[in-house]
């Protein structure tokens, strides 16, 4: 009897425990509203010029990039937003990227720098669209095109607000800086070029801005609200190269025990067990809680109380591919090649891992790891390229508190609103040693379908998230171009 005492008393205190973190868990902070107002402006001429933006092929990949659709495509935002290319200074910028200057009336004050980019990836077969890649239709409430989401809509959202701004007469305080990148899909060396020039002159800024977060829809498990998804940090990029090699080959009839094929399959199939290591990150930790409150009781429990719930945090955030990349370091094999004839052996084989490292990750102990994991076949390891990203922004800082109040006054005060890590690469990664804090985000609204459309065939974006965007960015700059240090 006295064992069910203790066992009783136990279970008693871990209940206490639990339920007291919960009581303690922080009070979310409450939307406020900006005192700064978004001006009115026509939807159908924005997505009339969206739509146009789409009809130029700006591809940036190496073998099919036409210069001569980048160049029309910078004479037709010069052309339709003429008093922003009056107004504001264009400068000299690498390559064929665009980069503007608003001059701000105190010079005291740190500039702000604000990104996207109007290359694209290539559009595929276009029998996978419903409409053109390169049509720009208007159809069902959305402009389809390569580049809606990705990141054209961003472009034309920045110049419309800036030429909202100036037709009421608005100067920012600091000044602010607007780069459109020419080459982000393939790299980035235009940011790369621009970064050490500013880097050269010491210029550092107040905050930077770009892609990487959204509005998302069902795509954050057991969260009926919507949430808007900041991303504070972006994982970094680490290519190896694995070989395997054999003395001989031979002819398919005769193979031997163990084929370069078959020990390169192992190998990637160990480095896919690897791959699966996940860990509650700092910030997972901060993800869960800003959202806790909004979730069922049981998860509200689990997240108060991440020590003791281990094993379901990570089931938790294993069920959405947004989540589920702030819990681990990803490795996935993209490229195969072996063999030159069905009925020979191939005497080597090689492969390209592609692996996204979390922030307090570093290359050098994923690719030792990586080493020791294919090594017992025979397998070598090859760095091919690294892009290194450990820098994490921070969540409290007057910036992320401005951002914030533009995405719930643009998209909607009942929003849950919460750092995050993205998992692609973008242009503000070569500008980190410019910057404190780097924040990514897109007003548009994301649903699971519309997700796989990046990259992918029929990208299109919502006329709705197309006016969200525009009212975010004209809120955004106010409210950065007129706060001081």
Do not use: C
């Amino acid at each position: 009897m006295r064992y069910i005492y203790a066992i009783v008393a136990v279970i008693l205190v871990a209940l206490a425990i639990i339920s007291i973190r919960m009581m303690l868990m922080p009070e979310r902070e409450q939307p406020t509203v900006s005192s700064y107002q978004t001006k009115n402006f026509s939807m159908a001429k924005v997505s009339q010029h969206l739509s146009k933006a789409l009809q130029f092929k700006t591809v940036s990949a190496y073998a099919k990039r036409d210069a001569s659709q980048f160049s029309k495509l910078r004479d037709y935002l010069g052309a339709t937003y003429f008093s922003v290319f009056e107004k504001l200074d264009v400068q000299s910028s690498p390559g064929q990227s665009l980069l503007l200057y608003w001059p701000g009336k105190d010079k005291s004050l740190k500039p702000a720098l604000f990104i996207a980019h109007f290359d694209v990836v290539p559009e595929g077969d276009d029998k996978d669209w419903t409409y053109l890649p390169f049509s720009g239709a208007m159809k069902q409430g959305a402009i389809w095109g390569r580049g809606a989401l990705d990141d054209k809509s961003q472009v034309i959202s920045s110049m419309e607000a800036i030429q909202l701004l100036l037709s009421k007469g608005y100067q920012p305080q600091r000044d602010l800086y607007f780069y459109f990148g020419d080459d982000e899909e393939v790299g980035g060396k235009s940011a790369v070029q621009l970064a050490q020039q500013w880097q050269d002159k010491g210029l550092r800024f107040f905050a930077i801005f770009d892609e990487g977060g959204a509005v998302v829809k069902k795509l954050i498990p057991k969260l009926k609200r919507t949430a808007a998804l900041i991303a504070i940090a972006e994982k970094g990029i680490l290519d190896l190269q694995l070989k395997a090699t054999a003395a001989k080959g031979g002819h398919a009839s005769m193979p031997p025990k163990r084929t370069v094929i078959a020990l390169m399959s192992h190998a990637i199939s160990k480095l896919d067990e690897l791959s699966k290591h996940q860990q509650v990150t700092p910030i997972a930790r901060d993800f869960m809680s800003h959202i806790d409150r909004y979730l069922p009781l049981p998860q509200r429990m689990i997240f108060a109380n991440p020590e003791l719930f281990t094993g379901q945090v990570m089931k938790y955030f294993s069920r959405s591919p947004l989540t589920r990349t702030m819990l681990k370091t990803t490795m996935v094999p993209t490229i195969f090649n072996a063999g030159y004839k069905s009925n020979v052996i191939p005497i080597a084989a090689t492969a390209i891992i592609n692996i996204r490292l979390l922030p307090n990750d570093s290359e050098k102990s994923v690719e030792n790891k990586v080493r020791r994991v294919v090594a017992p076949y025979d397998v070598k390891v090859v760095p091919v390229s690294y892009t290194q990203n450990r820098h994490i922004s921070s969540a409290k800082t007057m910036a992320y508190k401005e951002l914030q109040q533009s995405i719930w006054q643009s998209a909607g005060m009942d929003l849950v609103i919460t750092p995050w890590v993205t998992m692609v690469a973008t242009d503000s990664r070569h500008f980190a040693m410019l910057a404190d804090n780097i924040y990514r985000f897109r007003a548009y609204t994301i649903r699971p379908k519309a997700l796989v459309s990046i990259h992918g065939h029929n990208e299109h974006i919502t006329q709705n998230s197309l006016r969200d965007m525009v009212n975010q960015t004209q809120i955004l700059l106010q409210e950065i171009g007129s706060l001081d240090n």
